[in-house]
């Protein structure tokens, strides 16, 4: 008798610093394509884990978008800011491995190093042998090794970084008491039985880190698919900062089309203003993921 595959789960893991846009929709919609297709379960988690960064309200509209626009969850909504503890037990493993050091380095400080893969500053080490002024509150920065890491992006293809060289040692929390989002979507993936990943491309250069994380403790690998990151015709990722608009609420046909579009799929022109339920039942009847553009971004325009 062949095995049976263990059950499939996806997800969909807004920051809540504002409404959803036509961006946030993207990876809203394949990532809820892509686990229906699969008779499989879809959750939403609000990674508010930066309170300072997010807005109050805020989660409430994603959350209310998200049903006026047919995306119906399973379950309960998780809120990474009552997930603390689980977050401070990983800590505390990572520690007891060995794995972490205190930084008491600031922003300004590094301000002058070189950059890594997702622009930040590409760590110089300074603290990995002790605080540079002790005393300071500090951070816990993870020790990373230059090994390369690698995994089949289920749309990006092969994708490949050293930490070590691209990335640097980094913060799992920060010096102000917060935990980062690297280390908890991490634990929060695999608390959730989390085992498909789709969102934007702009975390693809996250991916390792997160791989790094699960080796380190011991947590099970989701399948990783990138999507296409909208940007305007500057190039510009469609975002809070870029004043994208957010989503009509009360006229869910033309985004929810537009971004079957963007994702490649060809939705039917007479569907453009049907009820959400309707562009969504032709959407799971004809969705492939291979569809989508292997691009990292790609120009979006109404
Ligand atoms: N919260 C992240 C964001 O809104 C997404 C995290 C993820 O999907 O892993 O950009
Ligand atoms: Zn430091």
Redesign the pocket.
Known sequence: MLAKPGPVCG?????PTGPLHFG?LI?ALGSFLEARTQRSQWLVRI?DVDVPRTTPGAADAILQTLERYGLLWDGDVWFQSQRTERYQAALEELSRAGRLYPCTCTRRELAGCQRGADGSPLYPGYCRTGPRQPGRPHAFRLRVTDTRLTFQDAVQGEYHQRLESEVGDFVIRRADGLFT?QLA?VVD?ADQGITE?I??A??LD?TPRQLYLQMLLGLPRPRYGHLPVAVDERGDKLSKQTRAPPLDDHNPGPALWDALRFLGQQPPADLLNAPPAEILNWALAHWRLQRVSVARTQPWTR
């Open positions: 997800r969909f893991a807004p920051s946030s990876a990674e989002y979507v993936d990943v969102r934007g702009d975390l996250s």
